[in-house]
């Protein structure tokens, strides 16, 4: 019998490590895990979401309310997000991953299919090496103001959480489809946003590449992507579509990195998908 999960702020312990989660919605478990790595998970917060699925929400360590491991890193995530879906004690849940969090997802649903009923991979790739970085950077300096892509820049710099936060806010215009004629909808996003600073010691992000091993997916798998995604766009959700058996693609024609702010409903709907084609 599946245990129903309370609305609201929850936590527990890995390792002697806090780990605080936020369950928002109704109807079957969807756990969301943002991006970043460092990003306050309330970015992702989705009232279309919440509307079809209980959400769970986790703040990942280093971030918001929980504790701050020892080590960082893909590996540090995903046994996070493994001991919170075991903690939900649920028979199966879908699991979304937007961004560096679809890294983490993705490489939770490699390795543990059984305990998932569904897989939404959301503006995310399934590798970030050398040619990711660059098409990343090249994506930053064709922004027309010039001011975003030096802002972009002092954000990867940058030494501490606070500045990292103001930096990655004033970079934001560069990650939707169209920042300045909706300046107004968007500001309490961009006022909102915060971000934790990793330790040097974490790993390199380039070292994650799982597109030998995307045949092996058995998990339904819905790929939701921005058209006009200069980070994990088109071209990296394409690798996800060819590489993962019977996979679903949604492009989003109005939407940049953030699609669930930028189109919302429609994001909403594209993610019902999942549930939808299990019907």
Do not use: N
Request: glycine share 10%.
């Amino acid at each position: 019998m599946q245990r129903t999960l309370a609305a609201g702020t929850h936590e527990f312990t890995v390792d002697g490590v806090r780990q605080v989660f936020r369950v928002a919605g109704r109807g079957p478990v969807l756990v969301a895990h943002s991006g970043g790595p460092g990003l306050d998970s309330s970015y992702l917060h989705s009232a279309e979401l919440e509307k079809q699925f209980t959400v769970v929400y986790p703040e990942p360590v280093g971030t918001g309310r929980s504790g701050r491991p020892a080590a960082y890193g893909l590996k540090t995530y995903v046994r996070f997000l493994t001991a919170l879906i075991d903690h939900l004690d649920q028979p199966e849940v879908y699991l979304l991953g937007h961004s560096a969090g679809g890294f983490v997802a993705l490489t939770y649903a490699l390795d543990h299919p059984a305990r998932l009923a569904g897989l939404v991979l959301y503006s995310t790739s399934p590798e970030a090496g050398p040619e990711f970085w660059e098409a990343t950077l090249a994506g930053v300096a064709a922004y027309p103001d010039p001011e975003v892509g030096a802002a972009f820049q002092r954000a990867l710099a940058a030494p501490d959480d606070e500045t990292i936060s103001t930096e990655f806010a004033a970079a934001l215009p560069v990650y939707f489809a169209d920042f300045d004629s909706r300046r107004e909808d968007f500001a309490p996003f961009q006022a909102a946003i915060r971000m934790s600073k990793e330790p040097a010691t974490t790993p390199d992000p380039t070292s994650y590449d799982v597109r030998d091993r995307l045949g092996e997916l058995s998990v339904p798998t819905l790929i939701v992507i921005g058209a006009h995604d200069f980070i994990c766009g088109p071209r990296w959700g394409a690798l996800l579509t060819q590489g993962i058996p019977d996979a679903q693609t949604v492009i989003l024609e109005k939407s940049g990195h953030f699609a669930h702010v930028e189109q919302p409903a429609e994001f909403g709907a594209a993610v019902a998908q999942i549930v939808a084609g299990r019907s």
